[in-house]
């Protein structure tokens, strides 16, 4: 009688655990938000920035915590020529502007990229239009 009560309680005990498991990974799936940045470039540039992109800030933002989804290079629309897109996700907004301010902070940031924008002679970017998006119940991102 005993062994059987053990396994009983067991079982439930895993049960439960497992139940609150499965909750907090689909609250935290829930949760996840992207970011939508599109760059108008300065003229001629946005190969440029694609580089920086490829060769450097993908990678701090890798180090930040942040997942790249994926790069564009504009291909119709007004100023497609000059036009760079990519799209990173986040756990929660919350996350989204920790990692921006742990960003900020890296060395290599402030130097291959703060430095330069600042600089009128070497910028690249001449706008940048940044949203936020939360996917929908229906999305394959979820």
């Given amino acids: 009688m005993l062994k059987w009560r053990i396994l009983a309680i067991t079982g439930v005990t895993f049960g439960l655990l ?14 996840q938000v992207y970011e939508l940045r599109v760059y108008k470039t300065q003229p001629r540039q ?13 990678g701090m933002f890798e180090r930040a915590g942040m997942t790249n989804v994926g790069y564009w290079n504009a291909v119709s629309g007004d100023d497609s020529d000059n036009t760079f897109i990519y799209l990173l996700a986040y756990p ?16 290599d ?6 430095a330069v924008e600042q600089d009128e002679e070497r910028r690249l970017v001449a706008s ?15």
């Fill in 128 to 142: 940048i239009d940044a949203r936020m998006l939360e996917p929908t119940s229906y999305s394959a991102l979820k």
């Fill in 109 to 114: 940031f402030q130097e291959l990229i703060i």
């Fill in 18 to 31: 497992g139940t609150g498991w499965a909750v907090a990974e689909r609250q935290q799936a829930a949760s």
């Fill in 92 to 107: 929660s907004r919350e996350a989204r502007d920790e990692m921006w301010r742990e960003l900020g902070t890296y060395e």
């Fill in 46 to 58: 946005r190969e440029a920035l694609a580089d920086r992109f490829r060769d450097h800030t993908s």
